[in-house]
């Protein structure tokens, strides 16, 4: 039988609250994800008709949704089942990490392109969506930078560093500025 290694008070309160928002934020991912199967069935129900480009766009995103839902319940599951009561085991870093960052970002520069085109059909303006388009691809590298610079750690508490903190936050405050635009053209 193997034991396992007993904490310091201090970091098993740390560890819990790790645990905790990863218990909220896979819960919230997989419920979304249900919201958004329904999404994509009501899609086809009512746009049978459209382009088959885009529906290939609107489903590929779905696949890309649904392959980053699955790593977010694989880590899950690695943490509270086969790992559970291990408290060293919720501090790793996990393949959602990677994912989460990487697709996210390539997911948010495809839809976000993709309302700038819509933009640009319905505005016939070119500023608003090639700005769009530009932040949107900078956001992405950032997102991709970010989950490079996290493959190097194996630890939770060795993300937070100034680099991570940066590139997080520039990618954070481009992707808000993205959507406000979008949000404010589409209305």
């Known amino acids: 039988m193997s034991t396992v290694p007993v904490l310091p008070p201090a970091l098993q309160t740390a560890v819990v609250q790790i645990a905790e928002t990863l218990t909220l934020t896979t819960l919230l991912d997989a419920a979304l994800c249900g919201i958004l199967s329904v999404q994509i069935y009501m899609y086809h129900l009512a746009f049978s008709q459209d382009r ?7 489903y590929a995103i779905y696949v890309l949704d649904l392959v980053m839902t699955g790593t977010f319940v694989y880590d899950g599951f690695i943490l509270y089942g086969s790992g559970f009561g291990d408290f060293t085991g919720a501090t790793k870093i996990r393949v959602g990490w990677y994912m989460g960052l990487i697709l996210g970002g390539f997911v948010a520069l495809a839809t ?19 700005l769009i388009v530009i932040i949107a691809g900078v956001c992405t590298v950032l997102a991709v930078t970010n ?4 493959t190097r750690f194996t630890e939770i508490a060795s993300v937070h560093n100034l680099s991570n903190s940066i590139t997080a936050g520039i990618w954070c405050a481009g992707s808000v500025l993205t959507d406000v635009l979008i949000a404010a053209c589409m209305t």
């Open 112 to 130: 976000q392109s993709f309302y700038a085109y819509r933009i640009f059909i319905l505005s016939k303006s070119r500023l608003i969506p090639i």
């Open 147 to 150: 989950g490079i610079l996290v």
């Open 52 to 58: 088959w480009m885009t529906k290939a766009f609107v």
